[in-house]
């Protein structure tokens, strides 16, 4: 399994990104998909998830009614779109995936991904 995360970058705070996340050797519709986030010293922070099942989705306070989570089963990809970008959501973001979403919430996941670099300058 093999977990690819892309579209972090340099941005201004206000701007907003789009982050990609293409999986190889599972399928996002049998695999809840997710995405976390973190920074230097500080613990892997919960971001977003989406039920493989439902299509429910789930959000960390912090980032609620700015991003949003989706699937494409199509091309196998989740992505999460991050509008109002601000300073503090500066971190390297994972994304994951589990046949359980609440894996996912509990930051176990089975597979994850490696990072994209996300740098919001104020």
């Known amino acids: 399994v093999q977990l690819q995360a892309s579209g972090g970058g340099l941005v201004q705070a206000g701007d907003s990104l789009r982050l990609s996340c293409a999986a190889f050797?599972?399928?996002?519709?049998?695999?809840?998909g997710g995405w976390f986030r973190q920074v230097p010293g500080k613990e892997r922070e919960f971001v977003a998830a989406?039920?493989?099942?439902?299509?429910?989705?789930y959000y960390a306070d912090s980032v609620k009614g700015r991003s949003t989570i989706s699937r494409d089963t199509a091309k196998n990809t989740v992505y999460l779109q991050m509008n109002s970008l601000k300073p503090e959501d500066t971190a390297v973001y994972y994304c994951?995936?589990?046949?359980?979403?609440?894996?996912?919430?509990?930051?176990?996941?089975?597979?994850w991904g490696q990072g994209t670099q996300v740098t919001v300058s104020s």
């Open positions: 050797g599972l399928t996002f519709s049998s695999y809840s």
């Open positions: 994951a995936a589990d046949s359980r979403t609440g894996s996912l919430q509990s930051k176990s996941p089975a597979y």
């Open positions: 989406i039920s493989w099942a439902s299509g429910s989705r």
